[in-house]
C-alpha cells in the first residue's frame, strides 16, 4: 500500500540514518515491510550509495503545513509529557527496547530527522507518504515542538558526512535496484525483475538468492503469497470492506487506545453505533469539533486524548466498521420531519415537564446545565453521528450497551414515568425526541428551568 516518495527525502532525512536503513530495514523497525534490497559483499557499500544519492534530493513541491490551534486547557499546568496525554504510547516505544514488542521505537529519531522536519512531519505525517499507519493528531505547532523536544532531548547527533562521489553510483542503483517498484521519483525505472509467473523463485524461494530483494517471509506468508499467484490477482480486488476493517484495525493498532483507557469508546461497536458518513469523517479527522469535552466546567482534564486522523483508510474503514454489524455504506434517507413530534420531543429534553436531559447534555448553543460526574455528547450533533437503531436501543436501556454509562435508564417495560406526553408511550417518545434531534443545529433551545 505505497510507499514513502523519494522527491525532496534528503532534506527530511538524514544520510547515515537511511544507510542503516537500506542496508537492513527490519534490524532498524521489526514491522518494517520494506524487504532488504542489498545483500552480500557488496551490501554496505550499495546502501551507502543510494543513501548518498537519496540525500543530494533536497528540493520537493512546496507542502503547505496545516494550521492547527492549540488544545485549550483551563486549570494547572499538566505534569504529564503530552506523549503520554496524547496516548502516543499505545503505539511507541521511546527507548530502544525489544524488538519483540508490536510497538515503533522512536529512539532513533534524533538520527533520522533534521529537527525542524521532525516537527513538520508531527503535524503532517502523510505529507510523503500517503499510506503512512502513523495518524495525523491535527497538532498545533507548538505541540508539534514540544513533542519533537520531548523525542530527541538526549541525543546528540553529529552532522551527517556524504560522500559525493557516491551519488552517480547510487543514482544508477536506485534504478536498476527495484526501489522504484514501490517508492515513487522524477527517475526512469530500468528494473528488470523475474517474471511475475514465477511464485516459486526469487524473493518468494525458501532461500531467495543474493540478488532478490529480502523480505523475511515466514513459511505461511510464502504460502499465502503462493496460493495468490495461483489463483490469480483478481483476488486483490475481491477484498470485501468487512475484512478491510478487521484486518487494519489490527495493523494500525486502534485497540492500543479503544477499550484501554476509562472515557474511549469500544471499537466493537462502533460500526452498529455511528452512522458510516459521519464515521468515515470522522476517521479521516475531518470533523472539526470534538464530541467529548477535553475538561469539566470546573477545569480538571476529562478526555484530553483525542482521536488522531487515518485519512487514506478512512472511508473504506468505515465502511467495513458498518459491514461488521451488518449496516451498508449508505444511510438510507429517513420521511419528511414531523413538526408535531418534534415539538413533543423538545419538551421531553427540557428541564419543566421533561426528562431534563439538559442537565447533561448541551443542545447545539445551549451548554449542559449541571453536569456533574460525566458529560453527554451536545445532542445537535446526534442526528449526524447515529444510526437511527442505536438510538432506539441506547433510549431503551443505555445501560444494556455501556454498563458504566452514567446516562440513566428512562424507560421500564415500554412506559414512561412522564405520563402527560404522548400516553406515557416509550417508543412514542424516543421517536419525538428522534425528530427533534433530527433538527441538528436548528433545535431550537429546550426548556431549562427557572434561572437560579
Ligand atoms: C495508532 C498507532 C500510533 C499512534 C497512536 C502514534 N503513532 Fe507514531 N507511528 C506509528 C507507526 C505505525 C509509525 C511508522 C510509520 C511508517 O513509517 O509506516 C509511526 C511513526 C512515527 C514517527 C516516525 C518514526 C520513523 O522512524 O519514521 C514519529 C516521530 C512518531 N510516530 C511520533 C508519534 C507521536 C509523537 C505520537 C503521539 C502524538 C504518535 N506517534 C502516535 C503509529 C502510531
Ligand atoms: C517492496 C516495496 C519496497 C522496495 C522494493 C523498496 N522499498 Fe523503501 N520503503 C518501502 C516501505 C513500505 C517503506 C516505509 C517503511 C516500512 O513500512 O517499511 C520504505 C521506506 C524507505 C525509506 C525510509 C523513508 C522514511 O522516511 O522513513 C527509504 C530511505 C527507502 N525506503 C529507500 C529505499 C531504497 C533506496 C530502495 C531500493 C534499494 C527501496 N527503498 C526499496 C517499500 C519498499
Ligand atoms: C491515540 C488513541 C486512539 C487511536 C490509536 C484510535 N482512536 Fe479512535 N478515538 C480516540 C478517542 C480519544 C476518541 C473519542 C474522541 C472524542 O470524543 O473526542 C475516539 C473516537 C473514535 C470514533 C468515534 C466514536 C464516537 O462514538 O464518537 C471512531 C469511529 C474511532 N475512534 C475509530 C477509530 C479507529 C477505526 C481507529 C484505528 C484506525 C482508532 N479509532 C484509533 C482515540 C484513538
Ligand atoms: C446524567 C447525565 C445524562 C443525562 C441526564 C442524559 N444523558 Fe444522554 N448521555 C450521557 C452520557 C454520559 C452519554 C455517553 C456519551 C459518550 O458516548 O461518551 C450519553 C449519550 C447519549 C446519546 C448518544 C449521543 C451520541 O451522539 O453518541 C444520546 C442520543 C443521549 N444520550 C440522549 C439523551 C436523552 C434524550 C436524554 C434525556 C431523556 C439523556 N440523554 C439524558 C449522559 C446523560
Not at 485519512?311 to 449508505?330: I, M, S, W
Not at 446545565?369 to 444510526?387: D, H, K, Q
Not at 433510549?395 to 452514567?406: E, H, S
Request: hydrophobic share 35%; net charge neutral; proline share 8%.
Amino acid at each position: 500500500m505505497g510507499s514513502p516518495a523519494f522527491d525532496g527525502i534528503g532534506a527530511r532525512r538524514n544520510y547515515e540514518w537511511m544507510a542503516k536503513w537500506i542496508l537492513d530495514p527490519k534490524a532498524e523497525r521489526a514491522s518494517a515491510r520494506m524487504p532488504q534490497v542489498f545483500r552480500g559483499a557488496k551490501a554496505k557499500e550499495n546502501s551507502e550509495a543510494v543513501a548518498a544519492y537519496l540525500a543530494s534530493l533536497k528540493t520537493s513541491s512546496e507542502v503547505k503545513l496545516p494550521e492547527y490551534k492549540d488544545a485549550v486547557r483551563e486549570g494547572e499546568a499538566p505534569t504529564t509529557p503530552l506523549f503520554e496525554r496524547l496516548h502516543c504510547n499505545a503505539c511507541h516505544v521511546t527507548s530502544g527496547g525489544t524488538v519483540e514488542t508490536n510497538k515503533v521505537s522512536l529512539h532513533h529519531v534524533a538520527a533520522k530527522f533534521p529537527p525542524e522536519k521532525l516537527i513538520e512531519f508531527l503535524r503532517q505525517p502523510n505529507a510523503h507518504y500517503t499510506w503512512i499507519r502513523m495518524p495525523d493528531f491535527r497538532l498545533s505547532a507548538k505541540e508539534a515542538k514540544e513533542l519533537a523536544e520531548f523525542l530527541t532531548k538526549d541525543s546528540a547527533v553529529a552532522p551527517p558526512k556524504v560522500d559525493d562521489a557516491l551519488i552517480e553510483k547510487g543514482k544508477t542503483l536506485v534504478q536498476n535496484s527495484g526501489c522504484l517498484n514501490c517508492h515513487s521519483a522524477k527517475l526512469d525505472n530500468k528494473f528488470t525483475g523475474p517474471q511475475a509467473d514465477k511464485w516459486e523463485q526469487g524473493c518468494l524461494a525458501e532461500m531467495p538468492p543474493e540478488k532478490a530483494p529480502q523480505f523475511n517471509f515466514t513459511a505461511a506468508e510464502r504460502a499465502d503469497l503462493q496460493a495468490f499467484g495461483r489463483s490469480g490477482r483478481e483476488s486483490l480486488f475481491r477484498d470485501s470492506s468487512a475484512e478491510f476493517a478487521e484486518r487494519q484495525t489490527r495493523v494500525l493498532n486502534c485497540n492500543g487506545c479503544h477499550g484501554q483507557v476509562e472515557g474511549f469508546p469500544a471499537l466493537e461497536i462502533l460500526g452498529g453505533k455511528l452512522k458510516p458518513e459521519s464515521s468515515a469523517r470522522f476517521i479521516a479527522g475531518e470533523i472539526s469539533y470534538k464530541p467529548r469535552p477535553v475538561a469539566h466546567p470546573r477545569g480538571e482534564p476529562w478526555l484530553e486524548a483525542r482521536m488522531p486522523g487515518f485519512k487514506a483508510r478512512a472511508q473504506l474503514l468505515a465502511e467495513g466498521l458498518a459491514a461488521l454489524h451488518g449496516y451498508g455504506p449508505k444511510t438510507p434517507p429517513e420521511p419528511a420531519i414531523d413538526n408535531e413530534l418534534a415539538k413533543h420531543g423538545q419538551k421531553l429534553i427540557g428541564k419543566d415537564g421533561g426528562f431534563s436531559c439538559v442537565s447533561c447534555h448541551g443542545v447545539a448553543g445551549l451548554a449542559a446545565t449541571e453536569v456533574f460526574e460525566s458529560e453527554g455528547i451536545n445532542l445537535a450533533y446526534s442526528y449526524e453521528r447515529l444510526l437511527r437503531d442505536y438510538y432506539y436501543r441506547w433510549m431503551r436501556n443505555p445501560l444494556a450497551i455501556d454498563p458504566q454509562t452514567k446516562m440513566p435508564v428512562y424507560f421500564e417495560d415500554g412506559k414512561s414515568p412522564l405520563t402527560e406526553v404522548l400516553d406515557g408511550d416509550a417508543e412514542k417518545q424516543i421517536t419525538a425526541m428522534w425528530h427533534y434531534l433530527r433538527l441538528g443545529q436548528k433545535m431550537p433551545a429546550p426548556n431549562v428551568g427557572e434561572a437560579p
